[in-house]
């Protein structure tokens, strides 16, 4: 009866030990953190997101995905030039390239952002544009013909 007793509880101990994968994890502070987001303010949700590091240019240090707000975070283990490239699936893209300090900071850009007067502005020019070279075509071609 020991030896049985014995045997289930060594039994039990060799099943425990080698069922028990542990996983742990630590915080790490810091990052470079980034929030995407369509003009309307809309975030880009669940987009194709490489990062790409100074050392290698064409193949990914990292790949992911965004999460429902449009954030992704990555943590680079080098100074340098890193390469940001975001695809949405749906034509929309962005392509960011932001120099790592040697204390793994980064100066932030400012993005270059056109109000609503100069959107009118550029568009109404390019239909001018666009309208004028078509009647220089069509007037061409009437004084081609006559």
């Known amino acids: 009866m020991k030896k049985l007793i014995f045997c289930i509880l ?3 101990i060799f099943l425990s030990i080698c069922f028990s994968h542990k996983v742990n994890y ?3 502070q810091g990052g470079i953190g980034f929030r995407f987001f369509y003009e309307n303010n809309q975030p880009v949700s669940y987009a194709d997101v490489e990062i790409f590091s100074p050392d290698e240019k064409n193949i990914p240090y990292q790949t992911a995905t965004t999460d429902k ?3 992704f975070l990555f943590l680079p283990d080098k100074k340098g030039k890193w390469k ?3 695809n949405d699936g749906l034509g929309h893209g962005l392509v960011k390239e932001i120099e ?3 204390d ?3 100066k932030e850009e400012k993005q270059k952002e056109f109000s609503l007067l100069q959107k009118i502005i550029v568009g109404i020019s390019i239909i001018w544009g666009i309208t004028g070279v078509v009647f220089y075509i069509f007037a061409k071609r009437k004084v081609d013909t006559k």
């Open 10 to 12: 060594l039994y039990f």
């Open 69 to 71: 707000n449009g954030c």
């Open 84 to 86: 940001i490239v975001l």
């Open 104 to 106: 793994f900071s980064f």
């Open 26 to 28: 630590s915080l790490i």
């Open 100 to 102: 790592i300090k040697e």
